[in-house]
Nanobody, 123 residues
Framework: QVQLVESGGGLVQAGGSPRLSCAASGLTWRTYAMGWFRQAPGKEREFVAGISRSGGGTYYKDSVKGRFTISRDNAKNTVYLQMNSLKPEDTAVYFC????????????????WGQGTQVTVSS
């Protein structure tokens, strides 16, 4: 079965630079675009970043542009989210997701999801 496993979250001070990883198994990796989403308490899940199947196209939520970088290693079936200059408002559970068609913004378009990793930014 398909598994997406996130790692790299935790408690981080404001201004910190953690990197999240999402390792995939059970799917044909190169045929899936990947996305990172986040969900803060009491809020809807929101798109953070996406990357095309080849890695040639990347997309970002406006509030993270210039601070976050999404990348993928097609040899390791892994997608990353490098987060820099973290702010308290970045606190959320971060999820990776796989989309058979493209790195869409609506969460409903994605086929598979990881279990999420908590990122808490302290001020």
């Amino acid at each position: 079965q398909v598994q997406l496993v996130e790692s790299g979250g935790g408690l981080v001070q404001a201004g910190g630079s953690p990197r999240l990883s999402c390792a995939a198994s059970g799917l044909t990796w190169r045929t899936y675009a990947m996305g990172w989403f986040r969900q803060a308490p009491g809020k809807e899940r929101e798109f953070v970043a996406g990357i095309s199947r080849s890695g040639g196209g990347t997309y970002y939520k406006d509030s993270v542009k210039g601070r976050f970088t999404i990348s993928r290693d097609n040899a390791k079936n892994t997608v990353y989210l490098q987060m820099n200059s973290l702010k308290p408002e970045d606190t959320a559970v971060y999820f990776c997701a796989a989309d058979r068609l493209s790195a869409s913004i609506p969460a409903s378009k994605y086929d598979y999801w990881g279990q999420g990793t908590q990122v808490t930014v302290s001020s």
